[in-house]
């Protein structure tokens, strides 16, 4: 399965979020408009400092 940006999916919902319960609905993977954090974690924080790879 692609997960890049543009891949056509099909996903299984929860009922009460499917158009029709009990069957795939179609998806396609985009883009996401991130805003930076205005309280980061102290990952996001470590990610900043380059500390965030495990070696």
Do not use: H, I, K, Q
């Not at 319960?21 to 470590?46: D, H, I, K």
């Amino acid at each position: 399965m692609s997960s890049a940006v543009g891949a056509d999916l099909t996903v299984w919902l929860p009922d009460e979020y499917a158009c029709e319960p009990g069957t795939p609905e179609w998806a396609r993977v985009c883009e996401v408009p991130f805003r930076p954090s205005v309280n980061p974690s102290a990952l996001e924080v470590a990610r900043e400092r380059g500390e965030d790879s495990a070696e």
